[in-house]
């Protein structure tokens, strides 16, 4: 004969089913949360065909020896002000240190993590080989500065450097 204690309720199936159902739905609803979390976050892919990415990759080798070949000087400093706007200045010069003018400077400012945080810098030539922009609501943090020079509607000039804004 065994000894229960008082007050003690038996285990029975119906206490056994409530407790695997409970179980479960906490299992079932902490994925669904974190799911949820996932695809909300998630920045989306680099490229949307990786077959199409092959294809321009040649395209892009040839433009960059070209670009090495001009051996143009450009040099680019950016900050970022307190009020979070980031302030661009970019100096170009040819290979003889000649200014580079009518060049058509397109900047961004990537996240290295999230594509939803890009911002465009609008970039514009304050005199001849000197070009100025400005972005608002720049975050504290690390980016990718991608500078694009285009002349006669061709590009003629690719930079990507990562950088770390204060």
Not at 87 to 107: N, T, Y
Request: hydrophobic share 45%.
């Amino acid at each position: 004969m065994t000894a229960s204690a008082p007050g003690a309720r038996p285990i029975t199936g119906r206490c056994v089913l409530i407790v695997i159902l409970v179980f479960f739905s906490v299992v079932i609803g902490a994925n669904l949360v974190m799911m949820r979390f996932a695809i909300t976050t998630l920045p989306g892919t680099e490229v949307d065909s990786a077959y199409s990415a092959s294809l321009a990759y040649q395209r892009e080798i040839i433009a960059a020896r070209q670009q090495n070949e001009r051996n143009w000087q450009v040099r680019v400093h950016i900050h970022r002000q307190s009020d979070g706007r980031a302030v661009l200045a970019i100096e170009a010069r040819d290979r003889a240190g000649a200014p580079l003018a009518g060049m058509g400077f397109v900047a961004r400012l990537e996240r290295p993590v999230d594509r939803r945080a890009d911002r465009t810098i609008d970039v514009s030539e304050a005199h001849a080989g000197t070009y100025r922009g400005s972005a608002e609501g720049v975050a504290v943090g690390q980016w990718d500065l991608v500078i694009e020079g285009d002349a006669d509607g061709r590009r003629m000039f690719l930079s990507k450097n990562r950088i770390v804004l204060n």
